[in-house]
């Protein structure tokens, strides 16, 4: 008895797969919010209705600089009725690479990206 009380008291955390979010991922997420009309406190309760535990805490960290990978993504795009377009840390494909590089592509400065395509070219000779 005691066992099934402390299992209904217990939060439900995320679990599963890491995905990135990387800049681009929280503008758009930020901007997706801003057009529904949605805080990050309501962000939080909707996660929540789904039974995950998540605070609006949880969600300033999420959209915190120095956080590169969440489980929350697929309940964030959830609530939002968003497309996943990332993809699992663990579970990256050549296309979702591609789409990665891609939105890394746009937040670059001109020598920033003259230096990724030098990188690149070096790292791309065969031996």
Do not use: N
Not at 24 to 35: G, I
Not at 57 to 66: D, G, M, P
């Amino acid at each position: 008895m005691l066992v099934s009380v402390l299992e209904m008291v217990r939060q439900k955390r995320p679990t599963g797969t890491l995905w990135t979010v990387d800049d681009s991922w929280k503008r758009d997420v930020t901007a997706r919010m801003k057009e529904k009309g949605i805080s990050r406190a309501d962000l939080a309760r909707e996660i929540r209705a789904l039974g995950v535990s998540c605070t609006p805490s949880a969600i300033t960290i999420l959209f915190r600089k120095e956080t590169k990978q969440s489980r929350l993504v697929p309940y964030v795009h959830k609530v939002l009725g968003m497309v996943e377009t990332t993809a699992p840390v663990m579970a990256i494909t050549k296309d979702d690479a591609f789409r990665r590089l891609q939105r890394v592509w746009r937040d670059l400065t001109e020598a920033q990206r003259e230096h990724l395509v030098a990188t690149g070219e070096l790292l791309a000779v065969k031996r």
